[in-house]
């Protein structure tokens, strides 16, 4: 699946489960928390939108295995350099990246460091929240310096909105780990499938599967679309007043 794909699906995928996961069991950042160490079950208007993004740009991580992916193109020679021993080290596009494994050992990561290094949590935002933009397209066709600097200056933008309502993030660690998951059944429903159980080499092909060929017309005029009208109908459900 191309990158806007993962990214909507990734929304798509907070938007939906994340009210009922909000009321699970996370570890620490107590200003979010009941006295039972559970973290509230409603997530502010803030916190929904943010997680949607930061999901988004979640379920572009998967693709680091690919240095020719947008995700490898975001940063420039950084994010290319990183993609290209990313590739190396988990064999090549859709290896080790594309697994169960991957999801939930970057998703725990991601809440350790979110714990431990305040500032790794947010330079994680940010990254994720770039990500996001960088791959539903936000920028200026064909001018490279342009639409990042588009990119960047939405990004921080953002960044400070979220900051400014006080949005927590223990749930940063589940969003990081459901946008992989999201961008793995994603892949999965394409000819190739997935290595989902890594190491075993098995790749898996959802027996729904509706064989979408990544670029096709189908992917561009017709999937594409659709996503954008979930997103907008559950942006709606969830935040209409009750």
């Known amino acids: 699946m191309m990158g806007h794909t993962h990214a909507m699906t990734g929304a798509i995928a907070w938007l939906g489960l994340a009210p009922p996961l909000a009321a699970l069991p996370l570890m620490n950042e107590s200003s979010r928390f009941i006295d039972t160490g559970i973290m509230a079950s409603a997530l502010s208007p803030a916190e929904l939108i943010a997680g949607a993004i930061i999901c988004a740009g979640a379920a572009m991580l998967p693709d680091l295995d690919h240095p020719s992916a947008t995700i490898a193109q975001t940063f420039g020679p950084v994010t290319w350099a990183l993609s290209k021993a990313v590739s190396w080290v988990s064999g090549g596009h859709r290896g080790a990246t594309h697994s169960l494994a991957f999801a939930v050992a970057l998703g725990f990561g991601t809440h350790w460091l979110a714990n431990a290094y305040p500032i790794g949590r947010d330079i994680m935002v940010v990254l994720l929240i770039g990500l996001a933009l960088r791959a539903i397209g936000v920028g200026i066709p064909g001018n490279k310096l342009g639409s990042a600097m588009i990119n960047i200056g939405l ?88």
């Open 155 to 242: 990004t921080a933008g953002l960044y400070a909105v979220f900051l400014s309502q006080s949005v927590g993030y223990a749930w940063l660690g589940l969003a990081v780990a459901l946008g992989c998951l999201i961008h793995v059944v994603g892949d999965c429903m394409t000819e190739r499938g997935c290595p989902v159980l890594w190491p075993l080499g098995f790749k898996f092909v959802l027996p729904w599967k509706i064989g979408i060929k990544t670029g096709r017309k189908f992917e561009q005029k017709i999937l594409a679309p659709a996503l954008s009208v979930a997103i907008v109908g559950l942006l709606f459900w969830r935040l209409a007043p009750v």
